[in-house]
């Protein structure tokens, strides 16, 4: 018999759900759409500010873990809550919950992925790097190959480590965040 995720600790959670990169796939944008629209439909208009495809497979042409990003924007503190109790009924799995930032996720089973896995960052409006990070690498192919040749090197070594992987990468997407922020202005 199989754990539950809340049996699990989080050595067992990782090697259940390894860091993995494949590439792009243009399915992605058709998975993100198809969620967005199920998110819309669930969550009351007053809601919700922005949904946005973020994360390397929004990043065109690159390497990425087969896991989609999404990016609801709220107005306030009251609204996450919202989002995120009518979300958890229709089947998301809250997996981390701070004062203005909640991370849900969907497509993880106890025997390891599903076939389409789902990462959706629910936060106030405003709180948006990723969107950001995400137009520059698009708008400046070379960047955006110098990130994928940066994940697939820390693939193997991060294999059973999120925490590590990410905070590996943090270095690079702080530098083209701020120089994207620098270049948009207000843009978000």
Not at 2 to 26: G, T
Not at 109 to 114: D, N, S, Y
Not at 150 to 178: H, V
Request: hydrophobic share 35%.
């Amino acid at each position: 018999m199989n754990k539950k995720f809340e049996q699990m600790s989080l050595k067992e959670l990782w090697q259940l759900f390894p860091i993995f990169l494949v590439k792009h796939n243009k399915e992605w944008t058709k998975w993100y759409e198809e969620e967005r629209k199920s998110i819309l439909s669930a969550l009351p208009s007053k809601c919700t500010k922005r949904i946005s495809h973020i994360g390397s497979t929004a990043i065109s042409g690159i390497w990425a873990k087969n896991i989609v990003d999404i990016l609801v924007e709220v107005n306030d503190k009251t609204d996450l809550d919202i989002v995120k109790n009518i979300l958890i009924n229709k089947g998301w799995l809250c997996m981390n919950t701070t004062e203005a930032r909640i991370t849900l996720n969907k497509g993880y089973t106890e025997q390891g992925f599903a076939e389409r896995v789902f990462h959706l960052h629910i936060r106030i409006v405003g709180d948006n790097d990723e969107l950001y990070f995400r137009d520059y690498l698009n708008e400046h192919k070379e960047i955006g190959k110098e990130y994928e040749v940066l994940k697939l090197s820390l693939w193997k070594k991060f294999e059973y480590d999120r925490d590590g992987y990410t905070e590996a990468k943090t270095d690079f997407i702080r530098k083209y965040t701020d120089l994207a922020k620098s270049l948009y202005g207000k843009k978000y």
